[in-house]
């Protein structure tokens, strides 16, 4: 045994480095993380994930943002009028994935999830983006927020208690750990069909392509 010991440790110190190139490869290359069938968006619940379009459609977009990230709220008017185009074979889900260096983005999260909870969290969704620039630079974005759920017609009491509860912090939480278990490191990130969008492609003209391409596949597939 002892005659082997040199070459042992030789190939433990091979796969050691082998690793470790492969981990600098892997954190300088665009995403293209596939999801696994076990966490796809198919899987889940309707009350624990957030949805617009039919159930069946061709197409699943799943995006996990940060409601106080430029980049997201730029990209979010041309996902919308995707939406709008492809309403009839897209379906679109939301996944929070909020960033302590934005400092209202927790909150942010949580008021979205909160109006969930009354069955509104589209409408804050879609109110969060639109006013980023407005809630994003003011100190204290509370009242902001509480106008908003009085906007789309929230109970506002029970509003205030749930953005502050155990609940909606649950739950964006559970977003996040499910993101970064994808590989998740930036915000937007999207998945079409479970397959990532590299960053490169996060542009409408490359989205579109990339939804008549998984169109095609899945027509071509039935």
């Not at 159930?55 to 430029?70: I, K, R, S, W």
């Not at 977003?175 to 990130?189: C, F, H, W, Y």
Request: glycine share 6%.
């Amino acid at each position: 045994m002892k005659r082997f010991l040199p070459f042992v440790i030789v190939a433990v110190v091979g796969l050691v480095t082998i690793g470790a190139g492969v981990i600098l490869y892997r954190a300088k290359r665009p995403q293209t993380t596939t999801i696994p069938k076990a966490m796809g968006a198919s899987k889940e619940h309707a009350e624990e994930v957030h949805v617009r379009g039919a159930a069946n459609a061709a197409v699943t977009l799943e995006e996990y943002g940060d409601f106080q990230c430029p980049p997201c709220g730029g990209l979010e008017v041309p996902l919308q009028q995707i939406e709008r185009d492809y309403a009839a074979s897209l379906r679109v889900i939301f996944r929070n994935f909020p960033f302590t260096i934005h400092e209202h983005a927790h909150e942010a999260a949580y008021a979205a999830e909160a109006a969930g909870l009354q069955g509104h969290f589209w409408e804050m969704h879609d109110l969060l983006y639109r006013e980023q620039a407005v809630w994003a630079k003011t100190k204290d974005v509370q009242p902001l927020f509480d106008s908003y759920a009085g906007m789309i017609g929230l109970d506002l009491e029970r509003f205030k208690k749930d953005a502050s509860g155990e609940q909606v912090k649950a739950k964006v939480e559970s977003d996040r750990k499910r993101g970064e278990q994808l590989g998740v490191k930036n915000t937007p990130t999207i998945f079409i069909n479970n397959q990532s969008v590299p960053p490169t492609s996060l542009n409408p003209v490359a989205l579109r392509a990339a939804i008549d391409a998984a169109v095609k596949d899945k027509d071509n597939s039935s």
